[in-house]
């Protein structure tokens, strides 16, 4: 870990939220959960990250951008994609990465170019990821609309 990435991280804004948040997930699946196969905010199987957001349309388009986009040009469009699900929870979480305005981006070496880059170039956002989790940060709160809850247990 960068040390000066873990001061700069360690000196940024930490903001908490409370309410109500969404996911889209596989028709098959009923609960919600973290997932350590690898995201914007972490890396392929170093911890899990739970991705939510609100409100409903911004769960939609970030469904759309990951499983229509890639491969738009091969003839995807939205109606050959499965059927989904989308799964509510109520959020509560203190100690959130509070990423939302250019400045905090700035003071952790991100661009607003790291956070709508293309689907899987998320190294800049992967390291302030990993060093926010091995601070115990809870989450990365990167717009009023989407968080990344890191290292997640789910409770019932």
């Not at 972490?42 to 990951?66: C, D, I, Q, T, W």
Request: with cysteine; glycine share 8%.
């Amino acid at each position: 870990m960068s040390s000066s990435l873990a001061q700069l991280i360690a000196a940024a804004p930490r903001t908490s939220l409370d309410g109500q948040f969404e996911r889209h997930a596989s028709a098959n699946i009923r609960q919600l959960a973290g997932s350590d196969s690898g995201g914007r905010w972490g890396p392929a199987r170093k911890f899990s990250v739970l991705y939510l957001g609100r409100p409903r349309n911004s769960v939609v388009v970030e469904a759309y951008r990951h499983l229509v986009d890639p491969f738009a040009e091969n003839g995807m469009t939205g109606d050959l994609v499965a059927p989904r699900r989308i799964l509510a929870c109520r959020v509560n979480v203190t100690e959130i990465l509070d990423l939302r305005s250019e400045t905090a981006q700035r003071q952790v070496g991100l661009t607003p170019a790291h956070l709508l880059s293309p689907v899987g170039e998320y190294a800049a956002c992967q390291r302030v990821g990993q060093v926010a989790h091995r601070r115990d940060d809870r989450a990365v709160g990167v717009a009023e609309r989407t968080l990344a809850l890191l290292a997640v247990e789910v409770g019932p």
